[in-house]
């Protein structure tokens, strides 16, 4: 058996405009992306959190999102194997919510960048503990 992609859901979304910033204005807006993918003996779960904060550039905006990626996968398979596929497939999903979350604010809305899925599951650990089964 190989990886099914089940379902996808928005697990925290959070959003708030920056008072008194410059309209018409271009600003360097650089999201912190994290991946981590997690299993339980037969769902593996793809956890993205994307968050924009307060640095020492104005933004004209914060968020920050959470979201996961719910996959079937057979008992006997690697979850490592499939975790960089997992990660391709919710990573869209995501760039969406974060797109819909702006433009749910009334501002142009805000995809964020095409990212090297490799080198962000490098940056974090790989298969960690499982989610509580609540998600399932």
């Known amino acids: 058996m190989s990886l099914k992609f089940l379902d996808y859901k928005v697990q925290n979304a959070n959003f708030s405009l920056t008072p008194n910033i410059a309209p018409n ?20 779960f793809c956890v993205f959190t994307v968050e924009l904060a ?5 933004i004209p905006f914060e968020f920050k999102v959470v979201g996961i990626g719910t996959f079937s996968l057979d008992r006997n398979e690697d979850a490592k194997s499939y975790a960089v596929k997992a990660a391709e497939t919710t990573f869209p999903f995501v760039r ?6 702006t433009q ?6 805000y ?12 940056d974090t ?3 960690q503990a499982p989610l509580p089964t609540n998600l399932n």
Not at 29 to 40: D, G
Not at 96 to 101: H, I, K, M, N, Y
Not at 114 to 119: F, S
């Open 25 to 44: 204005k271009n600003y360097k807006i650089t999201p912190k992306i994290s991946c981590n993918v997690r299993r339980t003996p037969e769902r593996l």
């Open 54 to 58: 307060k640095g020492e550039e104005p």
């Open 125 to 127: 650990k790989q298969v």
């Open 111 to 122: 995809v964020l960048p095409i990212i090297n899925i490799e080198e962000i599951l490098s």
């Open 96 to 101: 969406q919510s974060v797109a819909g979350l």
């Open 104 to 109: 749910l604010a009334n501002i142009p809305p």
